[in-house]
Structure formats: C-alpha cells, structure tokens
C-alpha cells in the first residue's frame, strides 16, 4: 500500500466506535443528513459548480459568477426557502452563497415585521428570486447602534406615503451584502418621521433596481463596496436615497402603521430582532461544520505528515507529539458541543418563533441571550480554529490548496457581522444581572438555562472538581461578583452607565463567555444522555476534554477564590493529558464522522485517499492556471529585455 495511505489507514482500523452513529447526532434527522449528502454529490460532479483547485487564482468577477451559477443550480434541487434545507450546504461551496441575506435575513423580518398581507404580496417572489432583497440597515457612520441611524422616510401626510432620504454621508447604507449588484430591492432601516416627530427606526421594503435592466431607479445610488479580507463573492453595498418616493405600504406594517392619517403602535416592538435571531441562529448552526472542515484536514494531514525519526529508526506521524494533539484535540471536543449547540438552538428559536407569531414573547428575551452568547462566542472559536489548523499544517496549511485560508477567510466576519460580538456579549451580561434579580422576588421567573442562579448557596458551598460544577462554579462567581460591583461604584457617585461603560466592561464581557460556555456543557450532557450507548464513552470523554480546556483556559476565578488549589489544578493538567492520549486514537473516526467528501473540503493534504504529496504537486502542476498560460508579459518583458538592455 501507498505509505501515508497506510497510515491513514492503519488510523482508520484503530478507531474504535461505530462512525455512522455520531454521523447520525451531528446531523440531528435523516432529512437533513440526506440533504447534505445530496448537495454535496451534485456540488462535485457538476462540472459547472464543482469546488475548482484554481479558484483563488481567478479574479473576483469570475468568482461570483461561478457562485452565482452554484445557487442556480442549488434551487433546481433544493427547497432554498426552508433554512433547514440550504442551512448545511453553506458549508460545502467555494465563497459566500448568493441570496443568504436575502433568504436568511430579509425573508424573516418579512414574516416577522410585515402584516399577512405584505409577506403574500412579496413572500412568494424572494422563492422565485423575482425578488432578491439585501438587508440595509448599517449605515457609515452607525452600526451597532441602530437608534441613531440617520435615513429618514418622511410621512407626507398630502400624498399619504414616504419620502426617503440619505441626508449626509454617514447616513450612507455600507455593507449590506447582496446589495452591490444583485438585489433589486431592499429592506431600508430608516427613522419614520410623522408629524415632524421622530417615531423610531422601522424597515421599509423598496424597490431599488429596475425589473427589466436591473439598473439603480431614480434617486437611488448604489453599488459594491470594493474588496475586503475575504467574501470576495459576496457583494457588499452601498445605498443612498435622494428625496425618494415610496409607497404607504412599503412599511412593515404588523407593529406600526399609518392608517387615515394617524401613526399607531401594536404589540412588542422587540420583535424588531427577530430576523437578526434567524440569521444569529444559522450562524450558529453552520459555522462550527466549517470548522469541523479544518479539523478533518488538519487531523488527516497530521496522520499522514511525517517529521522526525524516533528510536526505532522511523519517522513519526506528527500527531504523536503531545503538542501537535494538544493544538487539535481540544477544538475537536469543542466542535462537537457547537455542533450539539447548533441543533438545540435551532429547535430553541424554532419554539421561540411559534410562540411569537401567537403574540406570546414569554421565551423571547432569554432566546436572544443564548443567541447573542453563542453567536459571539462560537463565531469567534471558529476562526481561531482555522487559525490553529491552519499552523498544525505547517507550510502546506499556508497554501489556499489546503482549503484552510478559506475557511478562516469567510469567517472571519461572522464576529462582527449580525451583531459585533462584545456588544453581543454585553447584551448577555445585562440579561444575566437581571435573571440574577428575579432569584429573591420572582424565581418563578427563571428560565431554564439560567437556573444555576436559582442555586447560588448550594454552588459556592459544593467542594466538588468535577468539571460541570467547576463550569458553573466560575460562572456563578464572575456574575456575583459583577453585580457586587456595580452596586459598590454606583454608591461613589458614578451613574449606571459610567459603571457600566467605564468600571466594569472587562468584568461583563467575561460572564458573558463563561455563560455561553457553561451552555455548551450543559447541551453536551443533554447529547450524551440521549446518546446511543455505543458512543457514550466517547462523547462523555470529548466533554470532558472540552471542559477541561476551558477551564484551563480561564483558571483565574477559581485561584482567586480559592475554590482550586495549586496541587487541584495540576490534576486538572495531568486529566487533560490522559485524556489527549485516550481520544488520539479515536481522532481520525471523529473528524470522518462529519462525512464530508473531497470536493467539499476543497483541499489537496487532507484528502480520503492519505495521499497528500501526490494531489499538492498535482495541482500546483497541472491545475495552477499560474503555471499553465505560463509567465505574463510584463515579466519577460522585465527579464527579457528592460533590465538587460541596461547591463
Ligand atoms: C462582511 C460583512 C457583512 C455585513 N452584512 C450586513 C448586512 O447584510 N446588513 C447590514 O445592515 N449590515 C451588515 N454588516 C454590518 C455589520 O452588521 C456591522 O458592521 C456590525 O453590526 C458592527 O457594527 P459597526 O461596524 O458599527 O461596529 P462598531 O459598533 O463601530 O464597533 C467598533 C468597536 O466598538 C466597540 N463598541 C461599539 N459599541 C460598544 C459599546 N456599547 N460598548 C463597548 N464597545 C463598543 C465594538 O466592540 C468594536 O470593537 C456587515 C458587515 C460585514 C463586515
């Protein structure tokens, strides 16, 4: 046999535990572990959209009309209008997907924001892409503070509709994706002004582009944002609107409207996240499976990449050495409870969304915590993640042939977009202190994921170092601890928000984390107990990694409190240690029960077959375009002439 095939090989025969069951967990039903499997056999052998070696040599325009044509394709096969349907096959394609916005961010706040009448009137088109909508509400000047957008759509009361208007240049709508040339409408975030009275920023479905030319209507300037780190083929744009009409019906009209002339409000504003929870959802959901993509290439890679002779005269799988594992192992435990987060919030939000639509909002609130938590804390592990692959690779992992840079590329922004994580987390830090006050006057009031605070005293007194209790330890003390400090500066004459800005961000931004953590934990045990047996141990074995890491991560709050001692914490050390040594075997079955296939990974080191040195210098031979139309002009121009002739 072919050497490193051998040694995949050989890694394959020790694994252990049957595949096809955690297979089965990581794709939560057998319709979407079907849907995935059929996107990802139509994506590779369809010429036109299969995942090309000599993608990053090609420019951007040609990029996004390939990515264009992929999302053709996709809706020939695929319900897109179901987020469960196109949500697993984000990860399979080279660049961003075409009409996500449109579908994952536009679609909901439709349905969430507009009457019955208003998602029938456009609904059915989005299905269609008659109409591509970008979600435009980021402007230059404001992003995370959404109140004082600058847009204005001006009721006149004469001829009963809007007059929108861009009114400086920080006004301009920036970033929007899907904005620069595919959307012929979007979804404006403007502040309604009725009466010369500001009534707040509300969403506005406008037509911006012409049906038939696809050309900006009049009024309306709009276009591409230029590059970026990555997302070359998604269109970021931007929008501005001079004195442009728009009709009544164009607002959103299920919680405010302009009806004979007079302004009203129905209902929870706060609906007014709603599509962000879509979109914060889905990154949730699909991210971690792109991790879960650098995994399998770096631990293949790693199996097959041999450095160093040991004492019997041969040369070591870099995986052997403690330190390669330790870059790996962990954020492969890690990947696993994303993975599990993933699919228990989608069912969180799916029940949230149920109870809003019947204008029940008791979940709301602590559904946008765990989101924001987990958006921020997920989206961010995941590009480290790459970034860690990336170096477990050494130079190959350097190569875009690696399909690595990639995946850190495209996501990258998921921690600024949809919300920038630290004020996603101070979101989360507001809603903990005030769970924290309903414990003496309204228990009653907790939510479930939030019951650790309905047992303080039990907590801080358990002596327990088992690593749940050490989770929620930590946690239980960063948030008694935030909460004693606020009250402390408020009493020096400081208000609440110099308190909050000034004193105690570090603080809040930590509890934050270690809730989102905490979560993680306790979705893995909930995994593990619906667990087939067959693959408990090892579930209960990458939770206990997980834990362990994060702990060791952030050891602070137990030293300081001395709730672990120096001899406690080199135990925890020599715990993680074993457990490296008892999931290395298992690492090769872990990563190939994500089950993507070559195509889907988009790499040449971290393929099925072990042969890595093969595909690299087949590639950079015969698929680098570089190589094959041969060196430009301008250098024979350079070597050929230019510099000789001055010799
Ligand atoms: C690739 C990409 C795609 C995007 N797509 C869209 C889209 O489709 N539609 C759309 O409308 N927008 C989109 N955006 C914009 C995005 O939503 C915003 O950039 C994001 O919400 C962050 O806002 P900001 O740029 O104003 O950052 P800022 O809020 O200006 O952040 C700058 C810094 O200030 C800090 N900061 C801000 N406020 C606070 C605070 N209260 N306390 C402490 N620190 C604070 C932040 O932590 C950050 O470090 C996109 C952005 C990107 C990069």
């Known amino acids: 046999m072919h050497p490193t095939t051998q040694l995949l090989q050989e890694a394959r025969d020790r694994v252990t535990f049957p595949i096809q069951e955690l297979t089965k967990l990581i794709y939560g039903n057998e319709e979407t572990y079907q849907t ?30 390939k990515s264009y044509e992929k999302i053709r394709i996709m809706h020939q096969h695929f319900n897109l209008s179901n987020a469960a349907h196109w949500a697993p096959l984000l990860s399979l394609f080279q660049g961003t997907t075409p009409s996500a916005v449109s579908f994952g961010m536009t679609v909901p706040a439709l349905r969430f924001l507009g009457t019955d009448e208003q998602f029938n009137l456009w609904g059915p088109k989005f299905l269609t892409m008659e109409i591509v909508a970008a979600y435009a509400q980021t402007e230059i000047g404001h992003g995370s503070d959404v109140q004082n957008l600058e847009t204005t759509a001006t009721y006149n009361t004469q001829t009963n509709d809007f007059i929108l208007h861009t ?28 009466n010369g009275k500001n009534k707040g920023v509300h969403p506005f479905m406008v037509q911006i582009r012409d049906n038939s030319t696809h050309k900006p209507l009049k009024g309306v300037a709009v276009g591409d944002i230029g590059p970026k780190l990555g997302y070359s083929t998604k269109d970021n744009g931007f929008l501005a609107f001079d004195n442009y009409r728009i009709p009544l019906n164009s607002l959103l009209a299920r919680y405010v409207r302009i009806e004979n002339g007079q302004f009203s409000r129905h209902g929870n504003e706060k609906i007014s996240y709603a599509s962000m929870m879509v979109s914060r959802q889905l990154i949730i959901f699909i991210y971690p499976r792109m991790a879960a993509q650098s995994l399998t290439v ?62 029940d909002f008791s979940t709301f609130q602590q559904s946008h ?5 987990l958006k921020a804390w997920s989206s961010q592990w995941v590009v480290d993640t790459a970034e860690w692959c990336r170096l477990s690779c050494g130079g190959h992992g350097y190569a875009h042939y690696s399909g690595i840079p990639a995946i850190y590329f495209d996501t990258a922004p998921n921690v600024t977009l949809e919300g920038e994580n630290q004020v996603m987390y101070l979101q989360v830090a507001r809603y903990l202190l005030k769970v924290l006050q309903y414990v003496e006057k309204n ?106 890491q994060v702990i060791l991560d952030n050891p602070n709050t137990l030293i300081e409190s001395g709730r672990i001692n120096g001899e406690q914490f080199k135990q925890l050390n020599e715990a993680k240690i074993e457990l490296l040594n008892k999931i290395k075997p298992q690492a090769l079955g872990l990563v190939e029960a994500f089950n993507f296939n070559d195509n889907a990974l988009r790499t040449c080191i971290g393929c099925h077959d072990g042969k890595p040195y093969e595909h690299i210098y087949e590639w950079t031979t015969k698929e680098n375009s570089v190589n094959i139309k041969g060196v430009p002009q301008a250098v024979n121009d350079l070597m050929g002439t230019k510099i000789k002739a001055r010799l």
């Open 36 to 65: 995935f499997m059929k996107a990802q056999k139509i994506i590779a052998n369809e010429p036109s959209i299969r995942n090309h070696p000599d993608y990053h040599n090609w420019g951007r325009k040609e990029q996004i009309i």
């Open 443 to 548: 228990p009653e009031k907790v939510p479930f994921y939030f019951n650790f605070v309905l047992h303080i005293k039990e907590t801080l007194a358990n002596q327990s170092t088992e690593y749940g209790q050490l989770l929620k330890l930590t946690l239980t003390i960063q948030l008694i601890n935030v909460a004693k400090r606020i009250k402390e500066s408020m009493g020096t004459g400081k208000n609440f928000q110099q308190v909050w800005n000034e004193v105690v961000g570090v603080q809040l931004l930590s509890v934050a984390q270690r809730y989102a953590e905490y979560f993680t934990y306790l979705v893995f045990q909930e995994q593990i107990q619906s667990a087939n047996s067959s693959v408990k141990e090892i579930l209960q074995q990458l939770c206990d990694l997980y834990s362990l």
């Open 369 to 373: 915590a765990i989101l924001s938590a």
């Open 167 to 194: 009114p400086s240049v920080s006004a301009v709508k920036f970033w929007p994706g899907e904005l620069g040339f595919l959307s012929n409408y979007a979804l404006v975030y403007a502040k309604l002004i009725f």
């Open 298 to 359: 770096a631990i293949r890679y790693s199996i097959t990449r041999q450095q160093f002779t040991n004492d019997k005269g041969v040369e070591n799988s870099v995986l052997e050495y403690q330190t390669q594992q330790d870059k790996l192992l962990p954020r492969l435990a890690t990947c696993y409870g994303m993975i599990f987060v993933g699919l228990r919030i989608m069912e969180l939000v799916d029940d949230n969304f149920h109870r809003v639509l019947k204008k």
